[in-house]
């Protein structure tokens, strides 16, 4: 990813975009022929020349242009460079090069969201029978399995891997259309070339440059995406707390988790990834501020994209790369899960010991006092949910030792666990 946003890149983009309006040029006949092919043939750069000339000319496509023109002297070509950037403006390159970088970006990025899916596919399928405890604020609610929440975050990075399908794709646009946009050089029919031959829409109508509504909506379609990946890191750490133990990133061999405690295994990854996050996120509003600019153009948001694009392309592909690893290599310990479940001797079955009083005919007000009021008893002091239930008097007027039973099941929690499944994963056998 950072080769794709490097200077040599960049120029090279550019000069794909002026070969491509050189070649196009010359097959409305604006553009001799052997002159286009010449600059097809000869015309290159080099990066430190380029940054040489713009140290004084303060201008990058300038300095662009003429070090690729000194490429043609030097190769006896120079005539045909009075063709090179014929007719066009700065931003009809930068631009539309612009658009094949950011294509080449999202290609790479793309790779990754299908890789992390892949992986949360697998291992929801691997946990979709762990029975674990749901929490609510943070506090036990009631049954889960370990697999449903990872099937939660594979169907949010699918609805992210749409989102980000279509920012790209509408990135995916040229522009040649000049210093304000109406053509004043080029026509309509050869922007509709220049841009085919470099696999890229022409924009519908654009000033000087592309409108950076587009380029919000991919920087927000990356920031949803670390979000998401935020989320899956965030659930991981609280997971591996001491107290939860339920689950833990990789620990590698030899690593070393504090230079004073050796007992240490944190989740630095996760930390790493939560806190990573932030800065895509923050990138959101730059880009959003860059709509707006004065009339057909000024360059206040130019400054800001080659920090703000870059930086949120790397980071996203760093940050999946980073997630693939935590959910590919996550510990899973399904004794704990259980554990946690039972450790409060039933409390989490409050919720169905309810419904089966209202349904056995207790009036729900009275049945949500009489299991609220032992449900508190037994937090307080560490009671028997369950065995209290079992021995009341009041409840057993109302159900038989079997119906309390059932009310304490997990299977019964968990009884829809398969169609949820379906739902989310059709396509699987």
Not at 196 to 213: K, N
Not at 262 to 288: D, F, M, S, Y
Not at 321 to 341: C, F, H, S
Request: aromatic share 6%.
């Amino acid at each position: 990813m950072g080769r794709i946003f490097s200077d040599e890149n960049r120029f090279s983009q550019w000069l794909a975009v002026e070969l491509a309006a050189s070649e196009a040029l010359a097959e409305t006949g604006e553009v001799p022929a052997d002159a286009a092919r010449a600059l097809r043939e000869h015309a290159s750069f080099k990066v430190e020349r380029i940054h040489e000339i713009e140290r004084e000319v303060k201008h990058d496509v300038i300095a662009f242009t003429t070090a690729v023109a000194e490429t043609m002297a030097a190769a006896q070509h120079a005539d045909a460079s009075r063709w090179l950037h014929y007719g066009l403006t700065s931003n009809d390159v930068v631009d539309t090069a612009q658009a094949l970088v950011l294509k080449q970006a999202s290609s790479e990025i793309r790779k990754g969201i299908v890789a992390l899916i892949a992986c949360l596919k697998r291992r929801a399928f691997e946990f979709k029978d762990t029975v674990q405890i749901g929490r609510t604020h943070g506090i036990h609610a009631e049954p889960i399995t370990f697999g449903l929440k990872i099937a939660l975050w594979y169907d949010e990075m699918q609805r992210g891997l749409v989102r980000f399908d279509a920012a790209a794709e509408d990135l995916r646009v040229g522009k040649i259309s000049g210093a304000v946009g109406a053509f004043g050089h080029i026509g309509p029919a050869a922007e509709e070339k220049i841009c085919e031959r470099v696999g890229l829409r022409p924009a519908p109508i654009a000033s000087q440059v592309i409108a950076r509504d587009r380029h919000a909506a991919w920087v927000s379609a990356l920031a949803l995406l670390a979000a998401t990946l935020e989320k899956i890191a965030l659930e991981i750490r609280h997971l591996q707390r001491t107290e939860v133990r339920e689950a833990e990133e990789p620990f590698t061999a030899g690593q070393k988790g504090s230079s004073a405690m050796p007992h240490k295994r944190n989740p630095v990854t996760a930390e790493q990834i939560c806190g990573l996050a932030r800065i895509i996120r923050g990138n959101v509003n730059a880009a959003i501020e860059d709509i707006a600019l004065w009339h057909e153009r000024d360059i206040s948001h130019s400054s800001v994209e080659r920090v703000i694009l870059a930086d949120s392309a790397i980071l996203a592909d760093y940050l999946l790369a980073k997630t693939i690893w935590l959910v590919d290599g996550m510990r899973v310990y399904p004794e704990r899960m259980r554990q946690n479940l039972e450790s409060t001797k039933g409390l989490v079955f409050s919720g169905q010991l309810l419904l089966d009083l209202s349904a056995a005919g207790m009036l729900r007000e009275q049945a949500y006092r009489l299991v609220q009021g032992n449900a508190m008893e037994a937090w307080e002091n560490g009671g028997d949910f369950r065995a209290t239930m079992e021995s009341n008097k009041e409840v057993l007027s109302y159900l038989s030792i079997e119906k309390i039973k059932e009310a304490f099941s997990v299977a019964r929690h968990l009884s829809h666990v398969d169609a949820i499944f379906r739902r989310v994963f059709p396509e699987k056998d």
